[in-house]
């Protein structure tokens, strides 16, 4: 049996040992700034990611490094309050172990969320972007080597990876708040630094709208496992050589605590869509 998965077997075990029957329907992954909407689960178990036999650890700023099981609007969730990030050394399986435990744990849903640097020039800091589509310049795939046959395909179809039913909810909730959700395309780049001006203008020619260090592998590993996937990034600020000043995490974390009610507000209305 593959190793990745006896070791995803021992975590998804342990989880399920500190959860009772509790049966998580949708999985939420928080990103930067936007950890603050796990505090409104409701009757949370709480477990930390070092808890977890051979679990990777958050250690970027802004992310708590926990999974909290309860319920949120009127959905039974688990949320990932801080992700794992492939710069911060870990490889791209163990950056997406999260998922695919959630994905064993039962979650047919994930909701994915990041705070992303603003390409598209008609956008401004703390826009709400739908993710339509992504591109993956990670240089790496979370499926490379054998496939785990028990979680997916060896070669899953990505045509539509981003589930347009769920699209089209999140754009009707949109509507009923009020909300201006735009829409665009995500592209994914290794990090930790921050993109060159140059590197920006070459990734506006590819298409895209949005950039930031996260989300794609996740959402392949989604994909894998057969979740449907909703994403949703924060932009948090504008992508290198847009605007005069530089660049900042301090920006990010700033701008994401100013939205952090409105889109607090929109991820629970869309959760509520779950039990419609």
Known sequence: MNNIYNTLLKQRDYIKKHIDNFEPKVGLVLGSGLGELGEKVEEAIVIDYDSIPEFPVSTAPGHKGRFLFGKLGNCNVVVMQGRIHHYEGYSLQQVCMPTRVMAMLGCDNLIITNAAGGINTSFVPGDLMLIEDHINLMGDNPLIGPNIDELGPRFPDMTAAYNPYLKKA???????????????????????????????????????????????????????????????????????????????????????????????????????????
Do not use: W
């Not at 992508?239 to 100013?258: D, F, Y």
């Open 170 to 276: 999140a754009l009707d909730c949109a509507q009923r708040s009020n909300i201006d959700l735009k829409r665009g395309i995500y592209v994914a780049l290794k990090g930790p630094s921050y993109e060159t001006p140059a590197e920006i203008r070459m990734l506006r020619a590819l298409g895209a709208d949005a950039v930031g260090m996260s989300t794609v592998p996740e959402v392949i590993t989604a994909v894998h496992a057969g979740m449907k996937v909703l994403g949703i990034s924060c932009i948090t600020n504008m992508a290198a050589g847009i605007l005069p000043h530089p660049l900042s995490h301090q920006e990010v974390m700033e701008t994401a605590n100013k939205v952090a009610k409105i889109f607090q507000n929109f991820i629970i209305t869309i959760l509520n869509t779950f039990n419609s």
